[in-house]
């Protein structure tokens, strides 16, 4: 009994360490952030549905902003509906790359190069 508690007990560990050890990349994620160009690179662009919505620009916003906001699409805790589709379709690591994707960005802009 105690071999299998310390095993449930070790797994667990390697569990919750691996999900703190999710580095985002940046240049992973271009296939992922062309998706999101076509709202989030057009300035002063405004979105109609499901209300009139200002869309902002993401380029330098913090990489853990970025992750929390995707994240709470995902939970249903930010309700709008175009990016809590998009939100559920992004693995851990998606949502990590995009984040620092973004990050790297200068503020207030969206680069639309994606080289």
Known sequence: MKKLLTMVVLGAAATAAQAQ????????????VAMCIGCHGIP??????PEIYEV????????KYIEN?????QKGERKHPT?????????????????????????????????
């Open 69 to 73: 906001a995707l994240k709470a699409y």
């Open 56 to 63: 902002p620009l993401l380029g330098g916003q913090s990489a």
């Open 83 to 115: 990016m809590r589709g998009i939100a559920a379709t992004l693995t851990e690591q998606d949502i990590a790359n995009v984040a620092a994707y973004y990050s790297q960005q200068k503020a207030g802009t969206q680069n639309n190069s994606l080289k």
């Open 44 to 49: 002063g662009y405004r979105a109609s549905f």
């Open 21 to 32: 050890e999710v580095k985002g990349n940046g240049d992973a994620a271009k296939d992922k």
